[in-house]
Structures are given as C-alpha cells and as structure tokens.
C-alpha cells in the first residue's frame, strides 16, 4: 500500500511539472513562460478577398503589431484546410513592431461559391494565446475560352 501511495505522489509531482509544457518541432519541451508574455493587436484578423475566379492563386495578408513590452513569438502558424499554405514573421518581434502572418489560397483546390477559411496562430501574448484569422470572399466558375 506505502509502495503504491509513493508511486501515486511521484507521478503527480512530475505531472505538475510539466504543466504548461509545449512540444516544439524537434519533440522537445517549451516551457511557458508566462513572464515574458505579451501583447498583440491585430490590424487586420478578418479580411474579404472579393470574387475571383477557379484557378486564382491569392495572397492574403494579416498585420500585427506587439502592442506588449516583451519579444512577441509566433509559435505557431497553421492553416484550417490544404488550399491554404500560411507563412509569417519569424523570430522575435520588438515591442512596438509589426509582422505579418500571410496565407497562399489556391481556388483549385477549394470549391466554388462562397468561401470562409481561417487560419490558427498561437503566440506567447497573455490572455489569449491562440488567435484565429479567417479570409471571406466567392469563388467563380472560370470564363470558357471562346
């Protein structure tokens, strides 16, 4: 019975460690360190991209700026479907500086009508860490060639 209280005691002293803990692209263990937190405010976090036609490749562009007095960090960046391949600032972005988080939307690989797709960042900001930017707008069928 001791054997097995002590064997209860480790495991959650280890587990509360961890608490917090990220993988990074490696497997390793981020830790959170929320001292170094901080803000974001996004200029752009919905934006139309108007009516285009099937077979357009469209860049789309999301401003930000680190509104905090702490390095601002994407950790990550990642689309909600395979017609968009997101992109955006790497490395560390001083207070008071912008980045962008830019996604390529390919309409051949979407469908035609309307359209809304998103894209899910995560950063070390307070409160809220994870932000989700969403692009709108209608995909037409192509012209035929006359």
Same mark, same amino acid.
Request: glycine share 6%.
């Given at each position: 019975? =001791?054997?097995?209280?002590?064997?209860?005691?480790?495991?959650?002293?280890?587990?509360?460690?961890? @608490?917090?803990? =990220?993988? &990074?692209?490696?497997? #390793?263990?981020?830790?959170?360190?929320?001292?170094?937190? @901080?803000?974001? =405010?996004?200029? &752009?976090?919905?934006?139309?991209?108007?009516?285009? #036609?099937?077979?357009? #490749?469209?860049?789309?562009?999301f401003r930000f700026r680190n509104t905090g007095t702490r390095p601002l960090f994407l950790v990550t960046v990642k689309a909600g479907c395979g017609c968009t391949v997101p992109d955006y600032t790497h490395g560390a972005i001083a207070p008071g500086a912008e980045g962008v988080v830019t996604g390529?939307?390919?309409?051949? =690989?979407?469908?035609?009508?309307?359209?809304?797709?998103?894209?899910?960042? @995560?950063?070390?900001?307070r409160n809220r860490n994870e932000h989700t930017l969403i692009f709108t707008g209608v995909i037409k069928d192509k012209i035929p060639a006359q």
């Open positions: 019975m =001791k054997s097995w209280l002590a064997f209860m005691v480790i495991s959650i002293a280890w587990a509360s460690c961890h @608490t917090g803990d =990220k993988m &990074d692209a490696a497997g #390793q263990h981020q830790i959170a360190d929320t001292a170094n937190y @901080t803000s974001i =405010k996004w200029l &752009d976090s919905v934006v139309n991209i108007g009516s285009i #036609q099937m077979g357009a #490749q469209v860049k789309i562009v390529a939307f390919d309409t051949n =690989k979407s469908y035609i009508g309307e359209i809304r797709k998103s894209i899910f960042v @995560t950063s070390n900001t």
